[in-house]
């Protein structure tokens, strides 16, 4: 039987980016010959990105493509920050976004039919699972295609804002990106705040208020200027302007003769709950398996 050395199991993973136990169960199998190692590895990425499908992926990357007025955001996830990294990652979310504006798709699902180097989205997603070890996700994407202006604005790759708007100065619309990456409005406006949201908010005041031991009459003015107050500071237009805070957003746009028709912010892994793992436990159980294999 050979002998497999950390130097052989080190350049097999170099050469494929799998994971370290996968490159020496490779190299056992193909009795150190690290080229029929490698071909066994090509061959089991398949099966090994459906062991990765379950873990959870809360890291990843938003990215953006805009081509005259079709544009597209998407959100592509991962399981840790270490592969958002990774050139080839980067590389298939760019894609992907390119391919949604072009393409069209119905929904996520759909988004992984279509072609990428005579493969579908979602085999390029498998392939790249298998070679690096950890599980990703197309998650959700936005498109345009209303005829209006398009910007984009990505605060590192965390962070994208896709916003749509008629006017001749695009440096305003990607003002307002920016804006919209720093201040978070959940709408345009204030009657386009879900219901659901304006509700929480009336519980909270509505509490605070018989707390106060006001009046009712009183407490019923103070819940209805919390909710007001909520109101301005999650609408885009009724926003203090980032540049210029003693203008609103609305304003701001007015003096420009500029309007915002819609916009959509993606922020990488909002409302996914992440694993809280045991480093110490993870280790301890990587190098028990290393010993049983």
Excluded: W
């Excluded at 007001?228 to 009724?238: D, G, P, T, Y």
């Excluded at 990488?268 to 045991?278: C, L």
């Amino acid at each position: 039987m050979a002998t497999i050395t950390a130097a052989m199991v080190g350049e097999l993973r170099a050469k494929t980016d799998a994971p370290m136990m996968e490159c020496k169960k490779a190299l056992t199998e193909a009795g150190g010959d690290p080229v029929k190692a490698e071909e066994i590895l090509r061959v089991k990425l398949g099966s090994k990105a459906s062991k990765a499908a379950s873990r959870i992926t809360a890291e990843g990357v938003v990215a953006a493509y805009i081509q005259g007025t079709v544009g597209a955001l998407v959100e592509v996830n991962c399981e840790t920050d270490f592969v958002t990294k990774n050139d080839d990652f980067l590389k298939m979310a760019s894609e992907a976004a390119r391919l949604v504006a072009e393409g069209n798709p119905a929904d996520v699902a759909a988004m992984g039919a279509l072609q990428l180097d005579g493969k579908t989205l979602e085999e390029q997603r498998t392939e790249l699972v298998g070679r690096i070890g950890e599980n990703m996700s197309f998650r959700r994407f936005k498109r345009f295609d209303s005829g209006s202006k398009l910007v984009s604005y990505l605060h590192g790759t965390r962070i994208g804002v896709m916003v749509e708007y008629d006017g001749a100065d695009e440096q305003v619309a990607k003002d307002v990106a920016m804006h919209i990456a720093a201040m978070k409005p959940v709408s345009l406006s204030s009657d386009q705040v879900p219901a659901e949201l304006i509700e929480r908010e009336r519980s909270v005041a509505s509490l605070k208020a018989a707390e106060s031991g006001k009046p009712a009459d009183i407490a019923a003015k103070m819940v209805e200027g919390s909710v007001q107050k909520f109101l301005k500071e999650v609408s885009l237009l009724a926003q203090p302007f980032v540049k210029n805070d003693k203008q609103t957003v609305e304003q701001m746009l007015k003096a420009n003769n500029t309007t915002i028709k819609s916009f959509v912010m993606f922020i990488v892994g909002e409302g996914i709950e992440k694993k809280q793992d045991d480093f110490a436990a993870e280790v301890a159980a990587q190098v028990a398996a290393a010993k049983q294999a």
